[in-house]
């Protein structure tokens, strides 16, 4: 996935899910989700095929 595409999916997600994109280190990005007392963050695999990942903590 091209760099820019990628940056579009990432909008995209933000605005499907009302969440904020977040930076993530090294130029990675991921959604940060609205939540309720929990951090809920949609990070996109780009080295496999896992699609969207999910971290809580």
Known sequence: MEYGS???ELGQAAEATAGKVVSLAGGYFGIQLLTDGANVVLAL???GDQGWVTRAG
């Open 6 to 8: 990628y940056l579009q």
């Open 45 to 47: 695999d780009l080295d």
